[in-house]
Every structure is written in structure tokens, then in C-alpha cells.
């Protein structure tokens, strides 16, 4: 059975705002995890973030993105939030953004 990249509502609208060379990345990142499966797809795409956040890992001429993403139930992987960051770590405001979106996901 294969995985499913499905991105929150907000998470696509922020997908449609970062550059266009970035959301190829992300389209082919997520093609991999869909295709090989997350416990197979590694750096540079893919890296653990903290606790059960993962980062998608997306490059482009206006710098670097991030998808943060969750694995849930029935192999899908859930996209949070999606930015362009402009520090070397993943600011924590991305990453409490991301926990405040899977505890809604965990409300439903």
C-alpha cells in the first residue's frame, strides 16, 4: 500500500505563496514519499524534527523552504505548515505553528 501526501487547507494556501522552483521540490519530494515510503527517503529531503514532526527539505534561488509534516493512520502524511525560512535552524514559531495545527487534527 502506498503513502499519501495530503496538505492541510492552510498549508496549501501557504504551498501556492512560496516560489514556484520551491513547490517543484516540494511536488517531487512528495512523489518520493509517496512512491518510497517516509523510511525511505532520507537527507537531503527529508529529516526529524522533534517529537512527531518531520521537515520536507525544499531549495530554491530565493533561498530555503520547509514543509513540517506528521504521519498519521491509513499511511497518510499530513503537511502543517508550510515556509520559507531565513535562519539556519527551524525558527520555534514554525515549529509551535505546526504543533497548534496537529493538536486541531487530534481534536476532529
Same mark, same amino acid.
Given at each position: 500500500? +502506498?503513502?499519501? #501526501?495530503?496538505? %492541510?487547507?492552510?498549508?496549501?494556501? /501557504?504551498?501556492?505563496?512560496?516560489?514556484? @522552483?520551491?513547490?517543484?521540490?516540494?511536488?517531487?519530494?512528495?512523489?518520493?514519499?509517496?512512491?518510497?515510503?517516509?523510511?525511505?527517503?532520507? +537527507?537531503?529531503? #527529508?529529516?526529524? %524534527?522533534?517529537?512527531?514532526?518531520? /521537515?520536507?527539505?525544499?531549495?530554491?534561488? @530565493?533561498?530555503?523552504?520547509?514543509?513540517?509534516?506528521?504521519?498519521?493512520?491509513?499511511?497518510?502524511?499530513?503537511?502543517?505548515?508550510?515556509?520559507?525560512?531565513?535562519?539556519?535552524?527551524?525558527?520555534?514559531?514554525?515549529? /509551535?505553528?505546526?504543533?497548534?495545527?496537529?493538536?486541531?487534527?487530534?481534536?476532529?
Amino acid at each position: 500500500m +502506498m503513502w499519501r #501526501v495530503k496538505l %492541510l487547507p492552510v498549508a496549501e494556501d /501557504e504551498l501556492m505563496t512560496i516560489p514556484a @522552483d520551491m513547490r517543484a521540490w516540494f511536488l517531487h519530494i512528495s512523489e518520493l514519499l509517496e512512491e518510497l515510503g517516509p523510511q525511505n527517503v532520507g +537527507m537531503p529531503h #527529508v529529516r526529524h %524534527l522533534e517529537g512527531k514532526l518531520w /521537515e520536507m527539505r525544499m531549495t530554491g534561488r @530565493d533561498g530555503i523552504g520547509r514543509a513540517v509534516y506528521v504521519a498519521r493512520t491509513g499511511r497518510v502524511l499530513r503537511m502543517l505548515h508550510v515556509f520559507v525560512k531565513k535562519t539556519q535552524k527551524a525558527p520555534r514559531k514554525n515549529i /509551535e505553528i505546526a504543533y497548534e495545527r496537529l493538536r486541531s487534527l487530534d481534536d476532529d
